[in-house]
């Protein structure tokens, strides 16, 4: 059985660029969430996809955007990046969509400058 | 909105000596709980978690959680600690029909020979 593995580990962007993250999730899940985790704070909830519809999304605005796979893997996209945006990406998988225990990845470490 | 406290944001403890870690949480109807651990530049493991039944929860590691509906809390506890102990720790909470986990800003973990 796999884990969530998460590509690439480390990037470094430019403020104003475009971004994709990829996550495939643990072996028979079908429900992938996204986090963004910003140094020294608790990962933040972005959004959810549960059978490639997205299911439940943050405090996060549209140009965070996402897609499920049919075979559930997922991507997050962000366009127009911002120093802000610069954090720890954890990418979550479970089996249902709602109130299941999630297995993360080890995250993409996102750099703007 | 249901939201995580974690008051304490460093502690620092011997090997060998007992390990509490405070969760208060907020939540409108029957919580789940998690603690997740996070070693430096990695995703987060989960501990344990506590969906119903005995509230008392034992996880990985050795580590335990007591469920406590009237104080609205959810500590996590060890009772002797090792060096590789050493991470940060995440409590998380979400609901029943719930997609997200809203996590607490953390407690690090120092252990000291």
């Known amino acids: 059985e796999t884990g969530v593995t998460q590509s690439p580990t480390h990037l470094i962007k430019t403020r104003g660029q475009q971004v994709t993250l990829r996550c495939s999730s643990q072996s028979g899940h079908n429900t992938v969430s996204w986090y963004q985790q910003a140094l020294g704070q608790g990962p933040q909830f972005i959004f959810q996809y549960y059978r490639e519809e997205e299911n439940g999304r943050g405090n996060f605005p549209p140009r965070f955007s996402g897609l499920q796979f049919p075979n559930y893997s997922s991507e997050l996209n962000v366009n127009a990046l911002e120093l802000d945006d610069s954090a720890l990406y954890l990418c979550a998988s479970s089996l249902g969509g709602e109130g299941y225990e999630q297995y993360f990845g080890p995250g993409t470490r996102l750099t703007v400058t | 909105a249901q939201s995580v406290t974690q008051p304490d944001i460093h502690i620092t403890v011997s090997e060998g000596a007992s390990l509490e870690l405070r969760c208060n949480y907020s939540?409108?109807?029957?919580?789940?709980l998690f603690w997740y651990v996070q070693s430096p530049g990695q995703g987060l493991q989960l501990l344990l978690k506590y969906f119903s039944g005995d509230t008392l929860v034992q996880g990985i590691k050795g580590f335990e959680a007591e469920f406590k509906r009237s104080q609205s809390s959810f500590n996590l506890r060890k009772p002797s600690v090792h060096w590789s102990d050493a991470a940060e720790y995440f409590c998380?909470?979400?609901?029943?029909?719930?997609?997200?986990?809203?996590f607490g800003a953390g407690t690090t973990v120092t252990v000291r020979a």
């Open positions: 998380a909470v979400a609901g029943a029909n719930d997609y997200k986990l809203s």
């Open positions: 939540y409108g109807a029957t919580p789940y």
